[in-house]
């Protein structure tokens, strides 16, 4: 065997050992006993090992970590709301439980209001249709070198990741490159809809909906990706009721609306979750803010128009 061949095949070795399968993926409940404390929210076997997804309830920033097991303390969950009830985690929880009831677009839609400027949410629902790269490179050219890496929020779904391997990648670089700070958000596995049905019935609502594989099935598949899921969840279509919402907030999870979703016509205010979709199906919604970004290029010059990093608006939401 030639030595480059050889060493090809090392590396896929080496690869595929770094995205081993996941195996028994679950909800695990906890606090590490490291200071600050953190709270555990799931537990899964990856090369031969337990890792652990940990959210820090004061930044609200999630990181994948393997603990020995004397250092995790396993809590119910009201104990784990218990034990963070005074932190930005803690917090946010309870006002979400009083968001919980609107079909469409309950959960976060505003945040840190005495901002200059927004934070940036782009949805990555299933389509057929190529990512909109036009749109990160014309957000990479408004705001560096004002902003770099630039904060953005990504909403994406694992039929969306099944189908665009290569716009994957692509996000992916721009990251490595230190163009794109993203925080990773789980948008559900299927994103199901369906044109027929009424919203009350539609999207998470569909009668045959198993929410466990929406969301667990996702976070697994994000991880595979070696895309680390943060605390934040958006529901497809922004629709949801009570039930689904609470079952939701019960995986330790925050949903976001919006109150910005350009393409129906509303204006970002100071602290607003904007929302674009880059999965090729709203056109209109990206001619938007392609503009907007334009009319506001002065502002980003002299810093007084930025974009924000959504873990650490939502943790200082005024
Ligand atoms: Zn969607």
Known sequence: MNRLLFACLLTLCVRSNTIAQIKAYRL??????????????????????????????????????????????????????????????GLTMRLEQQRDYNLQDAGIERADTTERGFSLTIDLCPSTKPLTRPVFEQLIQAFEPEEKPIPVTITITGLWMENHGQDL?????????GDLDITWVNH???????????????????????????????????LKNSLTPSIFFRFPGLVS??????????????????????AKNQQPKQGSLVLIHANGNEP??????????????AFIRNKTWLLYDLPTSVAQGK
Do not use: C
């Open 188 to 222: 559900s596995f299927h994103h199901r809809y369906d044109p027929q049905l009424p919203l009350p019935i539609n999207f998470l609502l569909e009668a045959t909906t198993d929410l466990n594989d929406e969301v667990l099935l996702n976070e697994q598949a994000m």
């Open 28 to 89: 695990f409940f906890g606090i590490t006993t490291q200071s600050p404390a953190q709270v555990v929210l799931r537990q899964w076997q990856q090369n031969a090992q337990t890792r652990y997804l940990i959210v820090n309830p004061q930044t609200l920033k999630t990181t994948v970590v393997t603990l020995p097991l004397n250092q995790v303390r396993a809590l119910t969950w009201p104990g784990v709301m218990q034990a963070v009830e005074r932190t930005p985690y």
């Open 241 to 262: 009721d009570k039930a689904v919402f609470d079952r939701v907030l019960a995986f330790g999870l925050l949903p976001i609306g919006s109150d910005a979703w350009l």
């Open 284 to 297: 209109l919604g990206i001619a938007d803010f392609i503009s907007l970004i334009r009319k506001k290029s």
């Open 169 to 177: 990648a692509y996000l992916k670089s721009l990251v490595s490159r």
